[in-house]
């Protein structure tokens, strides 16, 4: 287990602290799983406590449990996971951390991580949390941590920049929040886009899901880009653009480069003519959460979908709470 590329690779990646630590435990075969309590000689059932057909060790339990190989097929992520009789769990993520890339390496440590939340809340409390909400719950945990991190880093700087709560656009204008959902690891993102008025009132929403690799800052212009045609398109011609990364509402506000992102910006630039007056700006992410619903929401949904005049109803209480 002194292989030093591995470890640099593991603590280098940005995840919480605890996600960390729990790979490290299981790198380690600390994994207090049915079979290792056995082997300290504790008196437990070795069968895994959900699927009953095999002895629950790390790789079992994380990896090849009919639950966890549901969930790597959810995520786009089972074409990694291979493993042979004789190896143990460190063998197995050594071999797909050397493999990897560094994002399906950050997928990879929080998938384990909530599989193994699931599976001790099966254990200990008998609550069957699904497929879908193993996935759901990890990718939130891991964007509540970033946002948490870009928060305090932004005021460390002393940059008191964006709002923390939502307000509402100068009279005449319309005020579009739009934003991106990505899924470490896999080819998908999710977007989402909300047209409120100078009362707050809900006028249009959309979402949808597009294939493809994406970086999140990509993935966050495609989102504006997206909303500046659709919100052109409707004829609205005082705008507010309001996105909580900062990266793209610099580079619409006067950066330039030559990569796919600063392509997409320039797309949104030149949509911008269109327009009579138009602002972009910077907010935080509790201040943009009808928008993040929508992204996330896109996911699930796998295909495009919009509103006009009535708000659907998985977002209508955050659009209430952003009035408050």
């Given at each position: 287990m002194l292989n030093v590329s591995f470890w640099r690779k593991l603590w280098s990646l940005k995840l919480p602290g605890k996600i960390l630590h729990f790979i490290w435990r299981v790198c380690r075969l600390c994994l207090p799983t049915a079979v290792d309590l056995r082997n300290r000689h504790v008196n437990v059932e070795t069968m895994c406590s959900w699927c009953h057909n095999q002895e629950e060790n790390g790789i079992h339990v994380l990896f090849d449990c009919v639950f966890a190989r549901a969930v790597w097929e959810a995520v786009g992520l089972s074409d990694l996971i291979q493993f042979k009789p004789d190896e143990n769990v460190?063998?197995?993520?050594?071999?797909?951390?050397?493999?990897?890339?560094?994002?399906?390496?950050?997928?990879?440590?929080?998938?384990?991580?909530?599989?193994?939340?699931?599976?001790?809340?099966?254990?200990?409390?008998?609550?069957?949390?699904?497929?879908?909400?193993?996935?759901?719950?990890?990718?939130?945990?891991l964007e509540d941590w970033k946002s948490a991190q870009q928060e305090e880093s932004t005021r460390r700087r002393g940059q008191n920049v964006g709002s923390k709560v939502w307000q509402k656009p100068i009279m005449g204008w319309v005020k579009i929040n739009t934003d991106a959902a990505v899924i470490p690891g896999t080819h998908q993102i999710g977007t989402g886009a909300v047209i409120r008025d100078e009362d707050g009132r809900f006028l249009h929403a959309r979402c949808m899901d597009i294939a493809g690799e994406w970086s999140v800052k990509e993935a966050e212009a495609r989102s504006l880009r997206d909303a500046v045609g659709w919100t052109v398109a409707m004829g609205f011609i005082k705008c507010i653009f309001e996105l909580d990364s900062k990266i793209v509402v610099d580079a619409c506000?006067?950066?330039?480069?030559?990569?796919n992102f600063y392509a997409i910006i320039a797309e949104c630039v030149e949509d911008f003519k269109h327009l009579d007056e138009v602002r972009v700006q910077f907010t935080f992410k509790s201040a943009n959460v009808v928008a993040h619903t929508l992204a996330r929401a896109s996911i699930s949904m796998s295909c495009f979908h919009e509103w006009q005049g009535n708000a659907p109803e998985f977002i209508s209480d955050v659009l209430s709470f952003d009035l408050i």
């Open positions: 460190f063998d197995v993520f050594l071999r797909i951390f050397t493999q990897c890339t560094r994002s399906q390496a950050v997928a990879m440590s929080l998938f384990c991580w909530q599989i193994w939340n699931r599976r001790n809340k099966w254990l200990w409390e008998h609550i069957n949390i699904s497929v879908y909400g193993t996935k759901a719950t990890a990718i939130r945990m506000n006067g950066g330039s480069g030559r990569s």
